[in-house]
């Protein structure tokens, strides 16, 4: 997953700091978590058009099949005939994509909210170290 991959750059970019530029983290911090919890709710967006999408093709194919083919055939044979097919595997593919990386930025976000204390931690112990 290459957008997964991205992400895991940017946010080892975010969350590195250091005792020269550990004020400009800290000033950012806002912005920072707002760029990311931003892209949590995008994802999770997309995965509900994903799975609107899904629905809507499901219920189409659905009604397709069921007026075209002799009325004996199950519906769950129908069912499976449809999960079956490309376009629901690939959606379903993007589905899982999108919990994969939602996963990850809730967590990203969780990391997000202890790093204020680690950095208050950090300059409290530069303060002591100083003097």
Not at 5 to 10: G, M
């Amino acid at each position: 997953m290459e957008l997964l991959n991205k992400y895991l750059q940017e946010i080892n970019e975010d969350v590195k700091y250091d005792q020269i530029n550990i004020l400009e983290k800290q000033l950012m911090l806002p912005a920072t978590k707002h760029k990311w919890i931003a892209r949590l709710i995008q994802h999770k967006l997309n995965k509900n058009n994903l799975e609107d999408k899904k629905k809507k093709l499901y219920e189409e194919a659905f009604e397709s099949i069921k007026n075209n083919v002799p009325s004996g055939i199950p519906a769950a044979s129908l069912k499976k005939k449809i999960d079956s097919t490309e376009v629901i595997q690939k959606i379903d593919k993007e589905i899982q994509d999108c919990e994969l990386i939602i996963q990850y930025l809730e967590k990203v976000e969780k990391i997000l909210s202890s790093i204020t204390y680690d950095i208050a931690n950090a300059t409290k112990l530069m303060v002591l170290e100083t003097t």
